[in-house]
């Protein structure tokens, strides 16, 4: 076997002579390499001999790291304005994979045999094949397989080697090992994390474990997660302390009524989250409002994050809100959600949405079909999410994106009180079409600062579209500067500005920007608004809870910018 050395640039500078201006580039070959050689592509002028020395270098390499691994210079030499250098290219190299060379899995992939000794495949491949084949062997129950080539010999003028694979120890997860402050259950947990005891060791599902942990609000990891193998076992060790996530506040008050003499109104707000029921991550929430009267608004949720000892997921929510005397709209919907990769999250769903019209009497002497309407709205769904957020309540850097379409049957329910000839041109029943979209990301300008930039929109599309349809915006979670649900839209594109500066882990000072464009297009028309509103705030936790203060001012068509018109988003959540 002929071989070349392989010099580098600082040992061929010496040999080219001193540097000069407008050198051209000859690349020669032995016989053998002269067509691969004309295939390569090199640059032929360069500005002194030192640039086209670095050319050769390049060229050389790119052989190399393709199908001629014993490619080298010969020898350089400079004539006048021209350099010659005389390379040799040698012969290709060829891997060949016998059956076992590899998982079968992957030599399926490879296509039927091309010969009865086996698969072969270039050299300029073998880089990218090992890497597959090591990392299905890891994923597969095998972490500390190996590969190599082996037995290099010259046939049929070919340069030939073959692959010799070794799996190691076949390898299962052990029994998870949790310590900590945290009260969870580790059959749980193993679930979640997809660490079953029993099943084949996965590099990939370990690698996953941190990001799907930092999911969970109620705990937080004391160290990275860590695996210790031993007796064809891998032993899974996770340190998780406790985080105080329930919740609990509320506030009532007390108000004469003025629509009923003599009897008071109750208003106020009460909010209830309990976190990892009974150690097995169950969330429930309750949060019940009414800041004017006649208008409760009631909301319910459920999730159990590993239905019957599986991945599969279960959200169960209940929406009820009564606007004064002019509708009352209930929304119930079952969903069913399964983990994706690193960060991902594939949900499907169903809901029934009703939603009928209040005061029925008055509407008696309407003589045009009001914007409300009594419908009824069967729907199922798709949503996806992405989550690489580095901490689910505080978090610094990451992104979150959601998007979500629904789909289903709209039915008109004539309203007894009203004249049936106002329903004229009205389908009584019409699909209607729901697609939303939500991203967020979190940038860490400094160890203390942190910039959030928002984006939403949504879009509702049916034949006939009526007020108590529309999307609600406004508020602390949406618009701030407005009142809580102040908006109603058909589509809209909403846009939020928010830094953050930390004064320690949890707490921080804020400045706020959102702008919206939104269209709330109804049976009676449509209309156009561009609200803004900006604000400070601070988010503090203290020992027993979390404070959250937002001053802001908004503008839009129905309010003007201004102090007179200022809001104060002001929360307090007992947490425990």
Not at 124 to 151: K, M
Not at 196 to 206: H, I, L, R
Not at 276 to 291: A, R, S
Not at 328 to 356: E, I, M
Request: net charge positive; hydrophobic share 40%; proline share 5%.
């Amino acid at each position: 076997m002929r071989w070349r050395p392989f010099f580098c640039v600082l040992f061929l500078i010496p040999f080219v002579g001193l540097a000069q201006t407008n050198i051209t580039l000859h690349l020669v070959a032995e016989e053998e390499g002269r067509p691969v050689l004309r295939k390569s592509r090199y640059e032929r002028r360069h500005s002194d001999s030192a640039a086209a020395a670095r050319e050769v270098v390049r060229v050389v390499e790119t052989l190399r790291r393709g199908e001629y691994p014993l490619a080298a210079v010969d020898r350089l030499v400079r004539q006048n304005d021209s350099l010659l250098a005389w390379l040799y290219v040698g012969r290709p190299l060829e891997i060949r994979l016998g059956g076992q060379s590899a998982p079968e899995e992957i030599l399926r992939s490879l296509g039927p045999k091309r010969e009865e000794t086996g698969w072969r495949v270039p050299h300029s491949a073998w880089a990218t094949l090992s890497e597959r084949i090591l990392s299905y062997a890891e994923n597969h129950g095998y972490p500390f397989a190996r590969v190599q080539l082996d037995s290099v010999r010259l046939a049929d003028n070919r340069l030939r080697a073959d692959v010799i694979y070794r799996s190691g120890p076949y390898t299962v997860f052990d029994t998870l090992v949790l310590s900590g402050s945290a009260k969870i259950k580790s059959r749980f947990l193993a679930t979640y994390l997809n660490l079953p005891p029993g099943q084949p060791f996965s590099q990939a599902k370990w690698e996953q474990a941190s990001r799907l942990l930092a999911r969970l609000p109620y705990l937080k990891l004391g160290r990275p997660p860590t695996v210790r193998f031993g007796e064809d076992k891998a032993g899974v060790h996770l340190v998780a302390n406790a985080r105080k996530t329930n919740q609990l506040d509320g506030i009532i008050g007390f108000l004469p009524n003025q629509a009923v003499p003599n009897r008071l109104l109750v208003t106020g707000e009460v909010k209830l989250r309990l976190s990892n029921l009974f150690g097995t991550g169950k969330t429930f929430g309750f949060h019940w409002q009414q800041v004017r009267s006649a208008s409760p608004w009631l909301q319910l949720a459920y999730e159990q994050p590993t239905l019957l000892r599986t991945r599969l997921q279960l959200k169960l929510t209940f929406d009820l809100l009564k606007q004064d005397t002019a509708f009352l709209n209930v929304n119930r919907r079952l969903g069913l959600g399964y983990p994706l990769g690193n960060a991902g999250q594939a949900t499907a769903f169903a809901g029934v949405k009703s939603s009928r019209l209040g005061s029925l009497p008055s509407y008696r002497d309407e003589n045009a079909l009001p914007e409300l309407a009594d419908v009824r709205y069967a729907s199922y769904g798709l949503g996806y999410e992405w989550n690489t957020l580095d901490d689910h309540l505080h978090p610094r850097r990451g992104i979150l994106l959601r998007l979500e379409s629904e789909a289903g049957n709209k039915k008109v329910i004539r309203n007894p009180f009203l004249d049936p000839r106002l329903y004229e041109g009205i389908a009584p029943t019409a699909r209607q079409l729901s697609l939303r979209a939500h991203a967020q990301r979190y940038v860490a300008l400094s160890k203390r600062s942190v910039l959030l930039a928002g984006f939403g929109a949504a879009k509702l599309i049916s034949r006939s579209l009526f007020r108590n349809d529309l999307y609600r915006l406004g508020g602390l979670n949406s618009l701030r500067g407005f009142n809580e649900n102040f908006f109603y839209a058909s589509q809209y594109a909403l846009g939020t500005l928010e830094y953050r500066l930390f004064t320690d882990e949890t707490s921080y000072l804020l400045l706020c920007f959102d702008g919206a464009w939104l269209t709330a297009q109804t049976v009676r028309g449509h209309a156009r608004d561009t609200p803004f509103g900006a604000g400070a705030g601070v988010n503090f936790r203290t020992g027993t809870g979390a404070f959250n203060l937002i001053y802001a001012m908004g503008r839009s068509k129905e309010q003007k910018f201004g102090l007179n018109f200022s809001k104060i988003h002001f929360g307090y959540a007992s947490l425990f």
